[in-house]
């Protein structure tokens, strides 16, 4: 009997040596392998999510406040399911909707939401030359649709699929103006009661124009357009370290100050002015250089310790990597609806952590609130996050879009339902119709276009 015993127990033995579950299971009296697969039920978390296919691709169109804004709408196959994202390219409008409305339509119809990067990379190439200002554009609004169908799928924000927070809100700066240095410390600090650290400075509008009553040569002769505008490259020159000091004086050290060159003036003026900033302690200083002057970095890093903001009018997305390696600027300055959307933002923002470049995303008025809310997630989700441009929504732009993000005491929020968390009424954003004009036209004393 004990010699029986202990034959049982070598077999026992033998089986787990061997790995034959099934077989001790059943010596030991227990389910079989197979008993117990009928028997066993997957939890709710591993069992995934049924596969939805791209239904129709389209663009709603709206103006608001005046600017025209392109918003996608991807529609799926699972009934009430759709993702937003901002296509907005206002000077280009009408370019852009065609884009969206023939060529993305037909080229995701039936494919699976799931696959961004996929359908990214597929979409990018698909052209052969690589994209320009206005397939980029349609691109980024299939992105962050794609972004948002996921964060819906998932019951989350965008922002938890992309890291989870690292930070409680978003801190921006926003823009304070005046016809003279006094009159924009003056709007400094009407600011500054509302709450904001980081305020950027004008006089007039980029380059000081509208600041002067100065009627150029150009003017008189009759050339140009009607409606082109005035820079004397001189006298803005010399105003910028006037209207720096003059703030400085009025509001003290605490506050930081921000300024935008919109690279209207030649590079090695732009290098001066900016060693002439030095003394003001900027936070940063914007597009110093326009995209054909890159080459002037090297020197302005050798001329001066006034931080750097760049890369709003990049359009390719290689036009980031040596610069930022190079750690030729301090902030990379993107406009995430034009550079291709969530996806390369998110490539962007984690390379410029290597190098210790910030994120500073290019949030203006022409940008729709689908698109700042995909700048929120990505700033709530990176680790070098710099800073955020603000934006404020008319009554008539948060009656389309539900669920915009908020401004409070100078920090942005979003709203905190699974995706973005903007919906669009296309019935409100109907009663503004977009416009084909665009004017953006900036000229010298003798007519000479300036480039922005």
Excluded at 188 to 200: D, L, M, P, S, T
Excluded at 397 to 421: D, H, R, W
Aim: proline share 6%.
């Amino acid at each position: 009997m004990k010699e029986a015993t202990n034959d049982a127990r070598r077999n026992a033995l033998k089986m787990l040596g061997t790995g034959s579950a099934a077989g001790l299971f059943g010596l030991l009296g227990g389910p079989s392998r197979a008993e117990a697969r009928e028997h066993y039920t997957t939890p709710d978390y591993q069992k995934g999510m049924a596969p939805v296919k791209i239904k129709s691709v389209k663009a709603i169109v709206t103006a608001p406040q005046g600017s025209n804004l392109i918003v996608v709408k991807v529609e799926t196959t699972e009934p009430g399911l759709y993702g937003l994202g901002c296509a907005t390219f206002t000077q280009r409008a009408m370019v852009v909707i065609p884009a969206i409305n023939v060529y993305l339509n037909e080229f995701c119809a039936g494919k699976d939401v799931d696959n961004i990067e996929d359908m990214w990379q597929a979409a990018y190439v698909s052209s052969y030359w690589r994209n320009g200002p206005a397939l980029n554009n349609a691109l980024s609004g299939l992105d962050e649709a794609l972004w948002d169908i996921k964060g819906k799928r998932a019951g989350m924000p965008v922002y938890q699929l992309l890291g989870g927070k690292v930070r409680f809100a978003i801190p921006c700066y926003t823009h304070a103006n005046g016809k003279t240095p006094d009159e924009t410390a003056d709007d400094v600090q009407r600011i500054q009661e509302r709450g904001f650290k980081y305020i950027r400075i004008q006089q007039g509008g980029y380059g000081a124009v509208g600041s002067t009553e100065q009627k150029p040569d150009f003017k008189e002769a009759g050339f140009g357009g009607p409606t082109d505008n005035y820079m004397n490259e001189r006298t803005y020159l010399k105003s910028v370290p006037k209207l720096f000091e003059t703030v400085r004086k009025k509001v003290g050290d605490e506050i930081e100050l921000l300024h935008d060159i919109h690279e209207r003036v030649q590079p090695m003026d732009a290098i001066n002015m900016i060693k002439a900033l030095e003394e003001y302690r900027p936070f940063f200083i914007e597009d110093p250089f326009s995209p054909e002057n890159m080459g002037w970095f090297k020197q302005l890093r050798q001329s001066t310790t006034v931080p750097i903001a760049m890369g709003e009018l990049f359009n390719n997305i290689n036009e980031f990597r040596d610069p930022m390696a190079n750690q030729l600027f301090d902030y990379i300055r993107c406009h995430v609806s034009q550079i291709g959307g969530i996806s390369p933002a998110m490539k962007v923002a984690r390379l410029g952590e290597w190098f210790n470049v910030k994120t500073a995303w290019h949030g203006p008025g022409d940008v729709s609130p689908v698109g700042h809310a995909a700048h929120a997630h990505i700033d709530l989700a990176i680790w070098n996050f710099g800073i955020q441009e603000a934006v404020s929504f008319n009554e008539q732009t948060q009656a389309i879009f539900k669920g915009c993000p908020t401004m409070k005491n100078g920090y942005m929020s979003v709203n905190e339902v699974p995706g973005l968390g903007v919906d669009i009424d296309e019935k409100e954003a109907a009663k503004y119709p977009i416009t084909s004009k665009s004017n953006w036209q900036v000229r010298r004393f003798d007519g000479t276009i300036i480039r922005p």
